[in-house]
């Protein structure tokens, strides 16, 4: 089992959009936390449902009044538990601030929506009559993600990895994006895109263009297929801390 905790980019910048997108993540899954039996609700109608943007599908006309082309957004600040909210947001912080830095805020923040719209319209035209609502920012992430893979394929990411000891490894971009995005593929090969479960094609859709959009949102300075920032496959472990009269070497280990 592995875990990607974060990547060996220099930051550039103060990335103040994705520092915001999380936090409105963060708000919105507080909010829906807060009305508890009244989520389910709340999803219905700020969750994107295939049939309803498509008109195919009514809503109970005891939800509040939405309009179909607003919940492609909404839908992406929702999430289904405290797992799919920390999956994400842990994902966000690892590889937006990068993907801000090459772009510039404003940008970065259209790039992101125009991902999220692209991967919620991927999983609805899949299934245009479904009344099952799509919560998340799986999609838009993934686009994050398709951005990375084209800029920054060799850059290592920390992957905690849990094996008979607890390690962490330096992992190339593009084999832990690869394998996410493999894992991706082959999900939606046996999911059923009309029933619940984990909107597969929104993934997909949403790594696309991420990777086809880059292309025009990333600043002139900015080059595709960056090289390494350190050596891949180095395995680092976190030194024990130790008292003591034995004075600091000045060497920053992985950790510093």
């Not at 219905?44 to 195919?56: D, E, N, Q, R, W």
């Not at 992406?76 to 590889?95: A, C, S």
């Not at 607890?166 to 084999?175: G, R, S």
């Amino acid at each position: 089992m592995f875990l990607p905790i974060r990547d060996d980019n220099p930051h550039t910048v103060t990335p103040f959009v994705n520092y915001g997108l999380i936090a409105a993540c963060a708000l919105a899954f507080l909010w829906q936390l807060s009305l508890g039996e009244g989520g389910d609700a709340a999803t219905m109608t700020f969750g994107l449902i295939p049939g309803h943007l498509f008109g195919t599908v009514e809503l109970d006309p005891g939800l509040a009044s939405v309009p179909a082309w607003m919940t492609i957004f909404s839908s992406m600040f929702l999430h289904g538990g405290w797992m799919h909210f920390l999956g994400n947001m842990l994902y966000l912080w690892i590889f937006g601030d990068n993907i801000e830095a090459s772009l510039g805020h404003k940008r970065y923040l259209a790039f992101y929506l125009l991902c999220g719209v692209a991967a919620a319209l991927a999983q609805s035209i899949a299934s245009p009559t479904s009344d099952v609502p799509m919560i998340g920012a799986s999609g838009a992430i993934a686009g994050v993600l398709g951005a990375y893979l084209v800029l920054h394929p060799r850059s290592n990411i920390k992957v905690f990895v849990f094996l008979i000891i607890i390690t962490v490894i330096n992992v190339p971009a593009f084999i832990v994006l690869g394998i996410w995005f493999g894992g991706q593929l082959l999900s939606s090969a046996a999911a059923d895109p009309s029933q619940p479960g984990v909107a597969f094609l929104a993934h997909i859709g949403g790594f696309v263009a991420g990777a086809a959009l880059v292309f025009f949102f990333k600043k002139r300075s900015v080059h595709a297929f960056e090289p390494a920032q350190s050596r891949a496959f180095a395995v680092e472990r976190r030194p024990l801390r130790r008292g003591g009269s034995v004075p600091n070497s000045g060497k920053r280990g992985p950790w510093g």
